[in-house]
């Protein structure tokens, strides 16, 4: 009982906190912003433990002891689950930068990387200056990240939720800001952008998700990766929108 009180504070944490957000959303205006063509990515911090969690847990009627109940029974599914990837484990912010930085440069723009000061969470209050002049600072936190379900009986989802900004780095203004989720939607609301889920990572119950381990994995890499490739996409220049588009309707108009 005592150890389970210790892990309180986590409990309430992810009582209030998971699936909420109030970070409003602007969207990136490339004709707005055209001498944005360096960009700093700061690292985002690893997540701390890949979660574990499903929602509308029967605990939360039963008070304090049910409350107790529903963490004991997260902490051990996290530990399993972490003990069934651990050959397989990997650094979920080493494979987003990755994939950020190709993405972002096939669309012709040049990126430095930032390291996070260690003990930063959330946005950075100010940012670092970098050796290379640059036009903007991208910044990033994940806010969940694991296999999450609706319900008790919900199928569970590789799912990432990340809050992005993009910051001026002369007048510090706001050029761009979201919180992305993509994989079980349950818990976002109308400030997120929800991106689906994929369909193939998707696992009935817990025990086919620890019995799937290199499957679990490769579920949140997916759904990793394709977080970065959507705020890439929000990037693209104006001109290239326009000639993709009217590529699009001309393919559209062939017989």
Known sequence: ????????????????????SNLKQLPYNSGMNQHVKTIAII??????QKQIYYYNHPGLQLGLIGAIAMDVEFASKRDDFSESIKEHDFKAGEIFINTLKTELELLDYKIEIVERPKDSSGFLDSYPANEKPVDAYLDFYYTSFGYLAGGPASDYKASTRLA????????N????????????SFGTSNEFSYLGFEEDYTFPDFDQLISSPYKSIEGLKKTNEQVAQFIAEQFIPKARKQARAKKLQLSAEQP
């Open 164 to 171: 992005v900004q993009l910051v001026d780095s002369k007048t």
């Open 173 to 184: 203004a706001t050029l761009y800001s979201d919180h992305l989720s993509i994989g079980e």
């Open 1 to 20: 009982m005592i150890k389970s009180l210790t892990r309180l504070p986590f409990l309430l944490f992810i009582l209030f906190t998971v699936g909420c």
């Open 43 to 48: 690292k985002p911090n690893e997540p701390a």
